[in-house]
T-cell receptor, first 111, second 117 residues
Framework: AQTVTQSQPEMSVQEAETVTLSCTYD???????LFWYKQPPSRQMILVIRQEAYKQQNATENRFSVNFQKAAKSFSLKISDSQLGDAAMYFC????????FGAGTILRVKS | GAVVSQHPSWVICKSGTSVKIECRSLDFQATTMFWYRQFPKQSLMLMATSNEGSKATYEQGVEKDKFLINHASLTLSTLTVTSAHPEDSSFYIC?????????????FGEGSRLTVL
């Protein structure tokens, strides 16, 4: 079974600084999707960024970028120029058929 | 586009009663929908995969007789918590996969908070 591991229960970052959230996963598949979702206190799941496994180029969405290392099965999220609104729970997720989530990382942004 | 609506947002019921939660894809067809359960400060745990016109596929450890899932149309899936008990109190979230223009992304409802007294 596929598993997703987020080893950082909590992270803190100063406003305007950069932070990286870690994620590793385990799969025997070669074709799949990886995602980072943000869950603010409202609990609405918000897609931050998506990566297709067959694409070598790392996905980027404005201040958010990933470091996708397929051989190492690693998928970290970098948030640049952190803003107060970035504070939330962040989930790394893997999808082949089902979407499987990691345990989550609480991100705190200090002003 | 790609909006998923979940109803009700919150519900309180007495122990022993049944509660139905609806998940609708408003502007797209969803052959497949997924139901998740989330406890406070924890991750989303997949309960079952709902396929239009067929029986749901439940994850290991999820009681199919307690959590009834029906996916009668391409835009609606329902989760019924039967004979609810306080331990069923949780946050339930549905998500839908777009049948056409599938990018692998799942679109999530707003979630439903169930409290069983």
């Amino acid at each position: 079974a596929q598993t997703v591991t987020q080893s950082q229960p909590e992270m803190s970052v100063q406003e305007a600084e950069t932070v990286t959230l870690s994620c590793t996963y385990d799969t025997s598949e070669s074709d799949y999707y990886l995602f980072w979702y943000k869950q603010p206190p409202s609990r609405q799941m918000i897609l931050v960024i998506r990566q297709e496994a067959y694409k070598q180029q790392n996905a980027t969405e404005n201040r958010f970028s990933v470091n996708f290392q397929k051989a190492a099965k690693s998928f970290s999220l970098k948030i640049s120029d952190s803003q107060l609104g970035d504070a939330a729970m962040y989930f790394c997720a893997y999808r082949r058929n089902k979407l499987v989530f990691g345990a989550g990382t609480i991100l705190r942004v200090k002003s | 586009g790609a909006v998923v609506s979940q109803h009700p947002s919150w519900v309180i019921c007495k122990s022993g009663t049944s509660v139905k939660i609806e998940c609708r894809s408003l502007d797209f067809q969803a052959t497949t929908m997924f139901w998740y359960r989330q406890f406070p400060k924890q991750s989303l745990m997949l309960m079952a995969t709902s396929n239009e016109g067929s029986k749901a596929t439940y994850e290991q450890g999820v009681e199919k007789d307690k959590f009834l899932i029906n996916h009668a149309s391409l835009t609606l899936s329902t989760l019924t918590v039967t004979s609810a008990h306080p331990e069923d109190s949780s946050f339930y979230i549905c998500s839908a996969s777009r049948t056409e223009k599938n990018t692998g992304e799942l679109f999530f409802g707003e979630g439903s908070r169930l409290t069983v007294l």
